[in-house]
């Protein structure tokens, strides 16, 4: 006989803006499904949604790091970007304005973050991401055109502002299709599209990169993704589904478990409430999140757009290069997966794997920082160690969004997360070209410092958020229960913090 799953839902939590009604032929209490009920249901979404996300996500980590690859190729020197000088020392390079052009677009995406966040929640999801990912194809597909550094440093800014809003509305989107607990995997997952389209951009791009054409060799690397981004911008229209309710995969009896498990379904509501975006600024959630996102993305700057320049300055060669990116990216993918399922599977321990993964970049870059240049393998070994720094970057961005409740705080909360970590990919791109390559010592000394930082702001706030819930436990055992009318987490006593 199958397992009986009861959920209560309060009158308060019907009919919320994530397209849900219940059935009438469904009671308001008690409301009982089977657990293959509801594998049922996921196994339908996992299966489709996901992998639309999935595929969303790769193609935007693909226009992110091409500058990495292109760089192998003369992108630099084509377009004046990099200033090579030959010294009685060796060889220096000034990546200054390789690293503006990197800039712009992370501070691009960071202004764009919240306005473009703010105006998907307006209109048709998918209609907001198609259209997003058709006008950033045209951008990609106009890079070879640039000649000049202000022509690219135009291009790339146009591109990130572009960018921007993908992500952050997948955040939300997320909220429609799972339940907050069911969330974690799931955004891991598709978080670490960032490493597969490490992996197979590399070969993508060494093959393009070594065709012989009248065409620049970098030049061939933007027609592809820019085709790729295009296609896959009509693909995303055609098939993305908007919500459960309008999902015609799925019966009316899977919509009605779904609202019965939804944590939170308040959080949906469209109204902009002030009162709440100033609290979003005010939590202590929202900085340290995003404070963790930023501390993450100066590191994740470094291993995205400055990857190839680091290893070829150890001595290798072009393929050489490329191949030794593979390793970084599946470790990438193997840290975001684990730190989903730590999330998942042992709500106390999330914080507890950032700090681990902060100590390994401590090792990484203390290697990087101290060893010496000719011992080339250990200076790689600790460039590997880096990768572990997808842990954090996910850390921040998922409790940047489920330690969040109420439409306007989720929505801020987790858009200024996302902003703070591009801030944290701007400082990191000066943090690489504050000294010469290849040695790149600042760099080291910057990552050693934010790799410090983000360990004790992760100990504090694991022990912060575990004492606000401790004191809601013993705030609700002394009130009656209320029913939710889009309460935010620090108002909603029954709210407890992922930590």
């Given at each position: 006989m199958s397992e009986k799953v009861g959920v209560e839902i309060t009158n308060s939590s019907i009919g919320g803006s994530n397209g849900f009604e219940l059935s009438d032929n469904d009671e308001l209490n008690n409301f009982e499904f089977t657990k293959e009920e509801r594998k049922k249901y996921l196994r339908k979404v996992d299966y489709y949604v996901l992998p639309l996300i999935y595929v969303t996500y790769m193609i935007l980590a693909y226009d992110k790091g091409i500058l990495s690859h292109a760089v192998l190729f003369n992108f630099t020197l084509d377009l004046g970007l990099t200033k090579i000088t030959i010294t009685p020392h060796g060889i220096s390079e000034n990546n200054v304005r390789y690293s503006d052009v990197v800039t712009v677009f992370y501070a691009s995406y960071a202004a764009g973050t919240y306005p473009l966040t703010w105006l998907s929640t307006k209109f048709s999801v998918k209609k907001f991401v198609s259209?997003?990912?058709?006008t950033w194809s045209v951008v990609v597909f106009t890079t070879p055109a640039c000649k000049t550094y202000a022509g690219i440093?135009?291009?790339?800014a146009i591109l990130g502002f572009l960018e921007a809003?993908?992500?952050?509305?997948?955040?939300?989107?997320?909220?429609?299709?799972w339940t907050r607990k069911e969330q974690s995997i799931r955004s891991s997952v598709w978080y670490s599209a960032y490493g597969l389209s490490g992996i197979i951009s590399a070969f993508i791009d060494y093959g393009l990169g070594t065709v012989s054409t009248k065409l620049k060799h970098w030049q061939p690397m933007f027609f592809f993704i820019g085709s790729l981004t295009l296609v896959w911008s009509i693909i995303i229209f055609i098939l993305l589904p908007e919500s459960p309710q309008e999902w015609s995969r799925i019966s009316q009896r899977e919509k009605d478990i779904l609202k019965a498990q939804q944590e939170n379904e308040n959080h949906m509501n469209q109204k902009f409430d002030l009162k709440q975006a100033l609290e979003a600024l005010t939590s202590f959630n929202t900085w340290s999140a995003g404070l963790l996102a930023a501390f993450a993305g100066v590191i994740a700057v470094g291993l995205l757009n400055f990857l190839t320049l680091i290893i070829t300055g150890f001595g290798f060669g072009l393929a050489g290069t490329l191949a030794l990116t593979i390793p970084i990216s599946v470790i990438y993918i193997i840290g975001m997966v684990f730190a989903g399922y730590i999330c998942r599977k042992f709500n106390g321990l999330v914080y507890l794997a950032a700090i681990v993964c902060d100590l390994i970049c401590l090792v990484g870059t203390f290697i990087c920082w101290f060893s010496p240049r000719h011992k080339k393998g250990l200076l790689y070994f600790g460039t590997f160690l880096l990768a572990f720094q997808s842990v954090q970057i996910y850390v921040g961005y998922y409790l940047g969004t489920v330690n969040a409740a109420g439409a306007s705080k989720k929505t801020l909360s987790n858009s200024v997360v996302f902003a703070l970590a591009s801030a944290g990919n701007i400082a990191g791109s000066y943090i690489f070209s504050s000294t010469p390559g290849p040695e790149f010592r600042g760099a080291?000394?910057?990552c050693t410092c934010v790799a410090a930082?983000?360990?004790?702001i992760a100990i504090f706030s694991r022990f912060y958020l575990q004492h606000e819930n401790r004191k809601k436990d013993k705030l609700m055992s002394e009130s009656s229960t209320e029913e939710k009318a889009n309460l935010t987490d620090s108002s909603d006593l029954s709210f407890r913090y992922i930590i």
């Amino acid at each position: 006989m199958s397992e009986k799953v009861g959920v209560e839902i309060t009158n308060s939590s019907i009919g919320g803006s994530n397209g849900f009604e219940l059935s009438d032929n469904d009671e308001l209490n008690n409301f009982e499904f089977t657990k293959e009920e509801r594998k049922k249901y996921l196994r339908k979404v996992d299966y489709y949604v996901l992998p639309l996300i999935y595929v969303t996500y790769m193609i935007l980590a693909y226009d992110k790091g091409i500058l990495s690859h292109a760089v192998l190729f003369n992108f630099t020197l084509d377009l004046g970007l990099t200033k090579i000088t030959i010294t009685p020392h060796g060889i220096s390079e000034n990546n200054v304005r390789y690293s503006d052009v990197v800039t712009v677009f992370y501070a691009s995406y960071a202004a764009g973050t919240y306005p473009l966040t703010w105006l998907s929640t307006k209109f048709s999801v998918k209609k907001f991401v198609s259209l997003s990912v058709l006008t950033w194809s045209v951008v990609v597909f106009t890079t070879p055109a640039c000649k000049t550094y202000a022509g690219i440093m135009v291009n790339r800014a146009i591109l990130g502002f572009l960018e921007a809003g993908v992500a952050p509305t997948f955040n939300i989107y997320m909220s429609r299709w799972w339940t907050r607990k069911e969330q974690s995997i799931r955004s891991s997952v598709w978080y670490s599209a960032y490493g597969l389209s490490g992996i197979i951009s590399a070969f993508i791009d060494y093959g393009l990169g070594t065709v012989s054409t009248k065409l620049k060799h970098w030049q061939p690397m933007f027609f592809f993704i820019g085709s790729l981004t295009l296609v896959w911008s009509i693909i995303i229209f055609i098939l993305l589904p908007e919500s459960p309710q309008e999902w015609s995969r799925i019966s009316q009896r899977e919509k009605d478990i779904l609202k019965a498990q939804q944590e939170n379904e308040n959080h949906m509501n469209q109204k902009f409430d002030l009162k709440q975006a100033l609290e979003a600024l005010t939590s202590f959630n929202t900085w340290s999140a995003g404070l963790l996102a930023a501390f993450a993305g100066v590191i994740a700057v470094g291993l995205l757009n400055f990857l190839t320049l680091i290893i070829t300055g150890f001595g290798f060669g072009l393929a050489g290069t490329l191949a030794l990116t593979i390793p970084i990216s599946v470790i990438y993918i193997i840290g975001m997966v684990f730190a989903g399922y730590i999330c998942r599977k042992f709500n106390g321990l999330v914080y507890l794997a950032a700090i681990v993964c902060d100590l390994i970049c401590l090792v990484g870059t203390f290697i990087c920082w101290f060893s010496p240049r000719h011992k080339k393998g250990l200076l790689y070994f600790g460039t590997f160690l880096l990768a572990f720094q997808s842990v954090q970057i996910y850390v921040g961005y998922y409790l940047g969004t489920v330690n969040a409740a109420g439409a306007s705080k989720k929505t801020l909360s987790n858009s200024v997360v996302f902003a703070l970590a591009s801030a944290g990919n701007i400082a990191g791109s000066y943090i690489f070209s504050s000294t010469p390559g290849p040695e790149f010592r600042g760099a080291w000394i910057g990552c050693t410092c934010v790799a410090a930082a983000s360990a004790v702001i992760a100990i504090f706030s694991r022990f912060y958020l575990q004492h606000e819930n401790r004191k809601k436990d013993k705030l609700m055992s002394e009130s009656s229960t209320e029913e939710k009318a889009n309460l935010t987490d620090s108002s909603d006593l029954s709210f407890r913090y992922i930590i």
